[in-house]
T-cell receptor, first 115, second 116 residues
Framework: AQKITQTQPGMFVQEKEAVTLDCTYD???????LFWYKQPSSGEMIFLIY??????QNATEGRYSLNFQKARKSANLVISASQLGDSAMYFC????????????FGDGTTLTVKP | NAGVTQTPKFRILKIGQSMTLQCTQD?????MYWYRQDPGMGLKLIYY???????DKGEVPNGYNVSRSTTEDFPLRLELAAPSQTSVYFC???????????????FGPGTRLTVL
């Protein structure tokens, strides 16, 4: 079974609008971390935001926020005030338990920001 | 701080050839990882290491070998290259911050490998 599911292969958003990228996960471990990465067309992987399973509040980093719904096992990324430079592939990832070595990535969502 | 560096950036191999992808980090991170990314897909973990002398398999280890003799270096060895190993390879490192729970991975720029 897929541990990380990103159901939106591609998304479009108008510049300056907000967009939500979906991510659901599957784990039976009570301790886990969820990450979002951005991969622009140049290919590098850029860390955006992190949410721990025991964190009480949703994570925020500038224009990025993580809508963490633990009971639904979802960790959606919200980008506010989209910019043209936000056009990229976005990956959701999970690290289970205390073993930082085992991370699983989703297949990604391609976001295109329209002017 | 150079972060995570990878060499080479590009390489074309013939079927059956061998090569080593180099990865070095200067952040004194204890964890290091190798991933492969096939076109249009997410990253799949090949091998990882929790410290010098300790390595473990990830999701797709077949056809690859690793070693970790120092904290800084984590080379990935391809023996008998096959077309199925055509991919982009990313090295990453992280430090497990116990109690803080945040172990962000820092990625290298990637190596684009083609096996013909």
């Amino acid at each position: 079974a897929q541990k990380i599911t990103q159901t939106q292969p591609g998304m479009f958003v108008q510049e300056k609008e907000a967009v939500t990228l979906d991510c659901t996960y599957d784990t039976s471990d009570p301790s886990y971390g969820l990450f979002w990465y951005k991969q622009p067309s140049s290919g590098e992987m850029i860390f955006l935001i992190y949410q721990g399973s025991y964190d009480q509040q949703n994570a925020t980093e500038g224009r990025y926020s993580l809508n963490f719904q633990k009971a639904r096992k979802s960790a959606n990324l919200v980008i506010s005030a989209s910019q043209l430079g936000d056009s990229a592939m976005y990956f959701c990832a999970m690290r289970e338990g205390t073993n930082a070595g085992k991370s699983t990535f989703g297949d990604g969502t391609t976001l295109t920001v329209k002017p | 701080n150079a972060g995570v560096t990878q060499t080479p950036k590009f390489r074309i191999l013939k079927i059956g050839q061998s090569m080593t992808l180099q990865c070095t980090q200067d952040m004194n991170h204890n964890y290091m990882y190798w991933y492969r990314q096939d076109p249009g897909m997410g990253l799949k973990l090949i091998y990882y290491s929790v410290g010098a002398g300790i390595t473990d398999k990830g999701e797709v280890p077949n056809g690859y070998n690793v070693s970790r003799s120092t904290t800084e270096d984590f080379p990935l060895r391809l023996e008998l290259a096959a077309p199925s190993q055509t991919s982009v390879y990313f090295c990453a490192s992280s430090i497990l911050q116990r109690g803080l729970g945040r172990d962000t991975q820092y990625f290298g720029p990637g190596t684009r490998l083609t096996v013909l």
